[in-house]
């Protein structure tokens, strides 16, 4: 059997969907596969890490008991031993307990995880890992890269602008004269780059309220992007797996947007019912979706078309989900964002697609496998004369 460490957690404004994706949708369906020892890595919201059995369970998060269990338990200690062993102190007094992890599935969403740091944690320690590497885990997570990539691959993506804040707070009058107001048409969208679930986004149809915008998005994060608004707009969402060939999953619409953006409580909280039914509408992670989306079938290729070539642009490997805006009148089709770990994998949309929950998450960890052998494969040590000559 393989030993399989599930991390989730960490300081994220998205802990908490991480609990459940790593439980609902990465434990379960790797014990059920039967193929795997699972050992759950939980990283809590202070950034100390715990190995436990117990941290399987979903009662553990639902009411006090996980303080409790917390101040008891003992923090796991992380070796690199050509590989990646877990260490605890064991209820034995002086004695160790000791597992040596042959692939590691990151469950983090958001920063401290999803962003590239965790993994550049796992490239270090040489163990094989789930989904996107530490580049592309990064540019997915900053919006201004992300779209910078697209564009040079000549993918189409909302006009923008961009600005350290650092550089807004010292002199804003050149970026919102020369740079918002002269290059950009209203209504604009101006959001932080690192954030997700709408978290300090703003649209802005007055040049007016502009200013208060961009206070808003300074007051979480370094760099802020200001964007043309797409018009008639419809938004899809493609799950992609794999690592050279790539495997779509169903364009997906998602439904629950009632006010023109998504916030956290729509996405997350609403479990459906904030959401419309309306026909064909699967309940996802984001409320109800259309899956597939009643999209014309060639713009519905267009958008499959769209998300693989951003997937593939960006480096994505293993796993990942990008999202489209598309101009209903116009049919463009615009780059919106890659999540490198979408919540819950998108189980939802892999099964209408044909996969399992079982398949999905053993399709993942033979992807992260199959690199890591390529990654082996190419030099890594250099022979030279260096060192005698001292
Ligand atoms: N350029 C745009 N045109 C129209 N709507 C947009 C645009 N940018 C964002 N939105 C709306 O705001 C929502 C959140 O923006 P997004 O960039 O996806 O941030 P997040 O990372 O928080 O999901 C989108 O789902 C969409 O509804
Ligand atoms: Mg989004």
Not at 287 to 303: D, F, I, M, W
Not at 335 to 360: C, I, K, Q, T
Request: proline share 5%; net charge neutral; aromatic share 8%.
């Amino acid at each position: 059997m393989k030993t399989i460490a599930v991390i989730f957690g960490s300081r994220s404004t998205e802990h908490d969907v991480s609990i459940i994706t790593a439980i609902s949708s990465i434990i379960k369906p790797l014990e059920l596969s039967g193929q795997y020892q699972v050992e759950p890595v939980y990283i809590a919201k202070d950034g100390s890490w715990y190995w436990d059995q117990k941290l399987k369970e979903i009662s553990l998060y639902q009411g006090d008991e996980l303080e409790e269990f917390l101040r008891k338990a003992p923090k796991v200690h992380l070796l690199f031993d050509n590989g990646l062993t877990l260490v605890k102190s064991s209820q034995f007094a002086g004695r160790k307990a000791y597992k040596k992890i042959d692939v590691v599935f990151p469950a983090t969403h958001g920063t401290h995880g999803e962003d590239g740091e965790l993994m550049g944690l796992l490239e270090m320690a040489g163990v094989p890992y789930v989904g996107c590497g530490v580049a592309a885990s990064a540019i997915a997570m900053d919006k201004v890269l992300s779209k910078l990539i697209a564009e040079a691959h000549g993918i189409p993506t909302p006009k923008m602008q961009f600005i350290l804040t650092s550089e807004l707070e010292r002199n804003s009058g050149p970026f919102i004269e020369k740079g918002v107001n002269a290059k950009l048409k209203y209504p604009l969208f101006v959001k932080p780059a690192h954030l997700g679930s709408s978290i300090g986004i703003t649209k802005v149809d007055d040049p007016k309220d502009l200013v208060n915008a961009l206070e808003i998005a300074m007051h979480y994060d370094t760099k802020i992007l200001v964007e043309e608004g797409v018009q008639n707009l419809i938004e899809v969402t493609v799950p992609i797996i794999g690592n050279r060939e790539l495997k779509p999953a169903l364009v997906e619409r998602p439904l629950s947007k009632e006010d023109g953006v998504f916030d956290f409580d729509t996405k997350y909280m609403n479990n459906g019912k904030g959401g419309k039914k309306m026909g064909g509408g699967k309940q996802g992670a984001q409320g109800y979706s259309e899956v597939p989306a009643k999209l014309p079938p060639e713009l519905y290729k267009k958008a499959e078309d769209t998300a693989l070539a951003v997937y593939k642009a960006l480096g994505c490997e293993g796993i990942a989900r990008v999202d489209l805006l598309i101009d209903s009148k116009t049919g463009t089709v615009y780059f919106n964002e890659v999540n490198p770990l979408p919540g819950s994998l998108y189980a939802h949309n892999w099964r209408a697609a044909g996969m399992s929950p079982v398949e999905l998450v053993n399709t993942l960890v033979r992807l992260a496998e199959e690199r890591f052998a390529a990654q082996a494969r190419t030099a890594k040590t250099f022979q030279t004369n260096f060192l005698k000559q001292f």
